[in-house]
Every structure is written in structure tokens, then in C-alpha cells.
């Protein structure tokens, strides 16, 4: 890590040195070595899935229903009861009046629940529009709009 930062450093060094007139976001950060490991890691494609989540989570429930979906420091979710919590959360929601092609506005806390609560938004067909806590009622409602 070190040497990549040293490397860095070296090629700004180096063009501005070489009588180097232009803007500072065009400079190079990474030497070329750096670059050329960068790119090596992001050669293989990534399988894409046509799936939406909720539809990967149910899978993942049905093969691995005992495997932990998501953990925090406290706590820790199979793929059952990540199912179970965020399917019933959603019954909730769509009871409420959330519709599917429709936006919920969420402020969470970072906890393990954010997962369940997202989650379970999605299953209702809704999308989730994560606000900032600190935002006036009237700011945050024009972004859900």
C-alpha cells in the first residue's frame, strides 16, 4: 500500500515537472505499474442477473435457508429469517398503501434491520429512496415527488 501511495506521489511529481500545463484533474494518480495491477484484477466479467433481489434472496432461502444472509457486530440473519422478517414487513407496507412503481423515502440507522426494511420495500414492487435524517420534512418530500 505504501509503495502504491509512493508511486503516486512520484508520477504527480513527475508531470508537473515536465513544464506540465494543465488542469489539476486531468494529472495522473497512478503509476503505470499501479494501473496495470488495477486493470489485471477487472479482467474477469461478472455473471449479470436479470433477477430483481427479492427474487435472488427467496432463491438463496430456498437453497440455503441455515447460511447467514447478513450480520452485524450484535446480530446475525439466515436467509429463512431475512425471508421471513422482510416478507412480512412488506405484507405491512402493501396493507399501508405502498404501491409497486412508487417511491419510500427511508431514514434508518446503519443496523442490521436497514437490510430487513429495504428489502422488504423492494418486495412491495416500490423503490427505496434513502434520505438523510438531518433533511427539513419539506426538502425531503420534494426528492420523493
Known amino acids: 500500500m505504501a509503495g502504491h501511495i509512493v508511486d503516486a506521489i512520484q508520477e504527480i511529481l513527475s508531470s508537473v515537472c515536465h513544464s506540465w500545463k494543465g488542469k489539476v484533474k486531468d494529472l495522473y494518480l497512478l503509476s503505470r505499474a499501479s494501473r496495470e495491477q488495477i486493470l489485471s484484477w477487472n479482467t474477469q466479467s461478472l455473471e449479470v442477473s436479470q433477477q430483481c433481489l427479492p427474487d435472488l434472496i427467496d432463491r438463496a432461502s430456498s437453497q440455503y435457508p441455515d447460511a447467514?444472509?447478513?450480520?452485524?457486530?450484535?446480530?446475525?440473519?439466515?436467509?429463512?429469517?431475512?425471508?421471513?422478517?422482510?416478507?412480512?414487513?412488506?405484507?405491512?407496507?402493501?396493507?399501508?398503501g405502498v404501491r409497486p412503481h412508487t417511491y419510500v423515502g427511508l431514514i434508518l440507522d446503519k443496523t442490521i434491520w436497514s437490510v430487513v426494511i429495504m428489502l422488504a420495500v423492494l418486495r412491495t414492487g416500490a423503490a427505496c429512496m434513502p434520505l438523510d435524517g438531518a433533511l427539513?420534512?419539506?426538502?425531503a418530500s420534494t426528492m420523493l415527488c
Open 136 to 139: 427539513p420534512p419539506a426538502q
Open 68 to 96: 447467514i444472509a447478513c450480520c452485524s457486530i450484535n446480530e446475525q440473519f439466515t436467509y429463512r429469517k431475512l425471508y421471513q422478517f422482510s416478507t412480512t414487513l412488506s405484507a405491512y407496507l402493501l396493507a399501508a
